[in-house]
C-alpha cells in the first residue's frame, strides 16, 4: 500500500503519467466533460469533496507551472479566487471566459469532477517540470 500521498490510482496515474505543459482539470460537479477526456469522478455528493480539498491535494504531488480559471470568478464567486490565489502561491493565473475554458478542456489529458457546488470553481492546471 501507498504511504502517504494520494491514494486515488486514476489521479496518480496521471499525475506521473504528465509532461512539461500538459493540462489537468479539477471542476466543479457541474462543468461539462468533452467526450475523448477521461474523467475521474470523486463526487460523493453536493460538496463532497470540495473543490479545495481536492486542489489542495493536487498540488501537493504535482509541478504546476500555471493555471487557467474562468474570468467570471472574479465577480461570481471572489472566495473561490482567494483559495486559488492561496493554493497555488505565486503561480500564474491566467483569464479566459467560461465558454473559452470549456473549450480549452478538450485538451486535457483528464477532468477530476468534485462534489463542488459553486459557481466557476474550476481550473486548468498545466504541468510544469522538476529540472
Given at each position: 500500500m501507498k504511504l502517504n500521498g494520494i491514494l486515488n490510482s486514476d489521479i496518480s496515474k496521471v499525475l506521473s503519467d504528465l509532461g512539461h505543459t500538459d493540462w489537468i482539470v479539477i471542476g466543479d460537479a457541474g462543468l461539462p466533460v468533452p467526450e475523448d477526456v477521461k474523467k475521474i469522478d470523486l463526487?460523493?455528493?453536493i460538496g463532497i469533496p470540495s473543490f479545495v480539498e481536492v486542489l489542495q491535494?493536487?498540488?501537493l504531488d504535482m509541478e504546476v507551472e500555471s493555471v487557467i480559471v474562468a474570468e467570471e470568478i472574479k465577480k461570481e464567486n471572489t472566495e473561490q479566487l482567494k483559495n486559488i490565489e492561496k493554493i497555488i502561491g505565486n503561480k500564474p493565473i491566467h483569464f479566459v471566459s467560461h465558454a473559452?475554458?470549456?473549450i480549452k478542456t478538450r485538451f486535457a489529458k483528464t477532468i477530476i469532477r468534485t462534489g463542488e457546488a459553486t459557481p466557476f470553481s474550476n481550473i486548468?492546471?498545466?504541468a510544469g517540470v522538476i529540472f
Open positions: 463526487s460523493l455528493k491535494e493536487i498540488v473559452e475554458f470549456k486548468i492546471l498545466q
